[in-house]
């Protein structure tokens, strides 16, 4: 039996839509028909084989991309017995091995011996997916499979914003991405006091402002926006949320943040970062800066489906395109134009 | 009415030791005779006058330096109830305001009009001196007139110590002045299972031996000790304590740390902070930086006097060098030389 | 010079509305002119003289109860910096040492020394009225006389609150008077994903709806609503917060937490509370109970500030009757009879 | 083939010492060749047949009880990867489903399907023992048998010792048998200032003693000896931890403690718990209650781990009974007895 995927074959930009052969189920696995698929910037680096993301991830070719995903279980290996056919799921696609010292201290979101759903085993562009045990979680009746499909992004920004205190605080949300916006969309709803948004496009500015952002900043006109937030708060902003990966961009953070202040780098920065005057802007401050990779597993996976439950987070808006696998290569160039916000792909029914 | 005291009279290297006049006693104020006062490193640098460090800080000349110390009380205000003539008492050299947004939100520490006893006013280099009620706490009977001129320096590392769960966990302690001594006794007596010591002074790494030090780092001969942290623990570092302010060496710390480290800098860099490839030393480990200035108020200041009392702390090893205020100049040159680790200083008889 | 203020003059029901002399200002005190006030339980035990409550803690009589109020600044003491004549202000009615242990160990909260406006002290039922430096702080302008006089109880229970993380939890809120009514309208902004409201009085069950409450228990129909909130929760309740002080109440909560769950305790209760089975309720369930009295002085006030000046609770439904000072019997009666939420006291233009 | 086990082979009292068929090895399982076993409360119910604890707890007989041992891996199941024959391993006898809230919010240790080891299955009172995969730790291999035996029950007052910050504390210990001498152990390797030890046995007190108990009190001679804290302390205890489950006790330390101070439940109470005047001793002090019941999975078992290896838990002291498992009956007369302490089990050579 075959079925219809999309397949990174070369390692060159552009992927394959092909028949490949049906995963086989082994005893702790899951397999899944897939009923929406999101797009991430890992899959972006994919599509355009970004060497410098790719060579050190990807094991071998050919692989099928994508991690975000929800779906029907089809069948379970003979070891699982939390889920059976029929049920309606989600799951993360970091994939822990339980044993190494990280998994033991309560950290397996940074499990040393982690498996990448999608990166480095095959993913959920297709029609069906075999996933890990561990990660399946069943899924609320009353969420959509569209809603399920996001809760692996939402999941990334949900930590750091809940253990920040937003409540009635100042915080600036650089970046306004998929992971930008869900950020935004969650502070506000957690009663942030002022939300600024920086962003160097004025379309995702615009969506900032409907996910709840109280001030747009174009970093564009003003590249040294730490002088603006600064005059804008009584002893410097609460918190910044870096999600841009953006070296200036932090360093304009890190000089706008009170006394104490936080902040949470959310985006992967891809040069050095060059902090000016550190005893000023960290020791003196008491600022903290606190590196943010995954999900925890489990704990914020409850609250992200309650926070999609309870309408609080506008996926109307979040969500820009919709496309079948076939035509993944627009939903891709899409992706890499900048435009719109999260695309999700559908296989064909 | 005079005493005598060390004074900064010109904006060059040097002191006075000189009759000043008695200091008055407004309504909060605190007149105490001095027992025993320490040498910071912020003394040193009016000492030798570092311009970079003086200029913003000194209000006027001349003013009296020394901020740790201990002593008697000789006479209270007329609004002061807490403390009377003849009680043992030390004090916090940070005067908060009580009223500023960083004090209202339980951070008098970093209060954003500070007062600042022995720098921007009148210190304990002198026969008397006069503190701010806020400040003034009695000491237990039992605690020395040396351990207490000590509390405050403690006070500066305690609290990053306490709050960063060293039981059973593996620590690098950069910087064996003072600040760096308290805090490999602190953490040794907190049962760390390792405590790696790093500086470039043979005689400093000695006594880190001595105060609980598990591991000796000469960063003379092992420049990149990172790689060594990295070979000797086992998924990293747990906790890295910078009290040596060199960007180099929290380089080191950082890339050294495990997923989920913390990275406290307690020492005052004075160059840019480049922190090379920042994706993997902070963002994916998920690696915790925080910067530590103060004392909390009062928090810690009962932990710092019970530590002292409980023997915990080895002050004869701590406690290098003693004069009479007289000979400030020998005390101040062995303090410039970096020989030695804490020196104290005492009023004639 | 005098002026109106209502007074308790004998140790029996009632009070009088009478002239009194114009307090001194003392170094340290602020004069305000009373711009709204508002009825506490404690001011109903004084009024009818519950012995019980009132014998530990008055002084001596007469005394002028009232200690939650708003007013302008008239007059400040020689030592008072922060505010000026002029100036809008609340202020907190505990007034605590600051040299205790519990003061320097970060808890002035819950000062051994404690001063308690309108307690043991003078109080606000006037047309001025004398507040102590340290507890006086400054409104943001947008905030209304009648808002600022509410601050005062807010804060009782935003801390616990703000603390217990209620975003996307089930909670449920036993006691629907103001403090109820408070916590029920902030777990709402704050998004707790389901609130239970327990109460007796059907007006009050109504008025908790419209704060934010999902689902209603009136305690006479469902005494043992404890076996209802297990069937409606997974595991059991995440959160409860007790503003009843009724020991069969929190019996109830205690029963229906789920492992690990906790059980705020802000109602004072009378009785001796029987746990029946603790190792099922708290030992084998990981329970928390933790007891809350007062407010955090100040890290919570400003997030109270903005929580009334974004307009999330929704003030017009928690105040339900104003009067003159005059007609203090009217607002007392009331009180008593349990009708109403909160009730504001003005003094005559 | 068969082996050696002590059996529970009816509800009274007593066991057999008998020849057991060799278990099977499922694909998760791990077949450990046991070293060491220490006796617990738990087996000393089911050896004089604890109704009220055996009933709901036992699903059938007979079975094996023990549940606190270490040993060598002998064979692993089909799916097992992270041990491998040869290892020396201890393993928790909790065994969580993984899936369940509980689970999923980061509380296996509360799972509400549970697998109890040496409860509902059989445990390790044998020469061969089948434990779960999931709960299987490779132990250092400076580890003794007879230490790694006791990482279980350290386990269980390691975590609220780490959490509740006793260093430079005043805490109070009830309840000197092994879980007591544990907390007595750590609290004195973490500098807690004052550590009172309660219990009614003088051989109990004087080994609490040798392990840094400050103080001694025997509750026979001082029942109230809340008063005596409290003289002896300054405002009161900072941290109570009941070991005794004893309901009079836990109210001496209820009132013993300061405002904002912390109760431990660990000790599992078999009344009811009656707290008169909860006003006073719960919600204006402050207090925490804490129920306690296991080890956290597995972010404390390093710190256990690398405690026995310091040597800062004086074992020789706390292990004070030795007998091969033929012999099992005087170690459960002893055990019953009260006299000793910790009592280990051998498998025969």
Redesign the interface.
Known sequence: MSLKAIVKTTREKGFDYMDVEMPKVG??DVLIKVKAAAICGSDLNFYVWNKAFCEGLVKELPFIPGHECSGEVVEVGS?VT?VKAGDRVSFDSHIP??????C????PH?C?NMGLFGHNMNGCFAEYTVAKE?GV?KIPDALSWEAAALLEPLGVVIRPV?ES?V??STVCIAGCGPIGQFAISLTS???A?RIFAVDINPQRLALAKEMGATDLIDAREKPNFGDYLINET??GLDIFIDAS?N?HTINEGLRSL???GTMY??????E????????RK????????????GR?M??T???AE??L??G?INLDKIITHRFPMSEYEKAFEIAKSGEGCKILLYPEE
């Open positions: 005893p702790r070891a939390h091995c339980g044993y190494c010292r990280q033991q201290i309560g950290r940074t040393t561990t979680r809940l205190g409540s009635m709803a957690l009663t006091s009584e002893d990966g070296v009170r006394f104490g780098m959310v985006g992967n920065p891809k050095p970062l060059v902090i000016e005057n550190p005893m960290i020791t003196l401050r008491e600022v903290t800066i606190k590196g943010n990779w925890s489990f704990e996976w409850e609250k309650n926070f439950l309870s609080k």
